[in-house]
């Protein structure tokens, strides 16, 4: 059984050597121009097919060993400055976005778009706020914040979304999990960390967020 698990992991690796080789990452027989260009298409292409935000690890394997990639995308943004999409840093990697201000003739047009985000009721929304600002928080701490039963249809709308994991249990008595926010959260959002998100004490002040017990 181990020596045939072996075999199917060389048999991996093997295929993956031979992709690798195929693609020439250094384009050492091109002009340091044409070079570059290439980069940035590749780059570009890689953005536009990926369904969530391309780390820099990922864009590392398409490029050569030398090659900037914060250049290259600054390179990438400025020639898509005049275009209605743009390439994005959130949630650690770059994602191909629209650009905001079309967002409207977008949803006008009712087309079906790749990436629409999870349609959320506004009780739904304010419990993934109240859980991006508190986590890792549990299930009757939000009760106590919002001063009504979370249930658990509402944790499970948010978990189906991509919006939410499992925490940390909490050392309250019965260990219940906590939820915290997701890569996708930040990546749904246009956020590149946590530290994006609106000055709390700004919210409490609206009467937007409270953390006191009902409110």
Same mark, same amino acid.
């Given at each position: ?22 693609l ?6 091109l ?11 590749r ?14 690890? #990922? ?7 030398d ?19 743009e390439i ?11 650009r905001?201000?079309f ?9 079906s #778009? ?6 959320l ?11 991006a ?10 009760s ?8 658990r249809? #509402?944790?499970a ?14 050392? #309250? ?21 946590l ?7 700004a919210?409490?002040d ?8 009902g409110?």
């Amino acid at each position: 059984m181990a020596e045939t698990e072996a075999a199917g992991k060389t048999r991996t690796s093997r295929t993956k050597d031979a992709r690798e080789r195929l693609l020439d990452r250094e384009l050492s027989d091109l002009p340091l121009e044409l070079r570059w260009r290439e980069w940035m298409l590749r780059v570009e292409a890689v953005n536009f097919a990926a369904a969530e935000p391309v780390g820099r690890e #990922t864009l590392a394997r398409v490029l050569g060993k030398d090659c900037s990639i914060d250049l290259l995308i600054d390179d990438l943004q400025e020639e898509l400055r005049d275009r209605p999409y743009e390439i994005v840093f959130v949630a650690g990697g770059w994602q191909h976005r629209t650009r905001s201000r079309f967002a409207v003739p977008i949803r006008a047009s009712q087309a079906s #778009t790749r990436s629409a985000a999870p349609s959320l009721s506004d009780f739904d929304a304010m419990v993934l706020m109240a859980i991006a600002y508190f986590q890792p928080i549990t299930r009757g701490d939000l009760s106590k914040i919002f001063g009504k039963e979370v249930g658990r249809d #509402t944790i499970a709308s948010l978990r189906n979304a991509g919006f939410l994991a499992s925490g940390p249990r909490s050392p #309250t008595p019965g260990a219940p999990y906590t939820y915290v926010t997701t890569r996708q959260f930040l990546s749904a959002f246009g956020l590149q960390t946590l530290r994006d998100l609106p000055d709390v004490e700004a919210l409490e002040d609206a009467g937007l967020l409270s953390r006191k017990e009902g409110g």
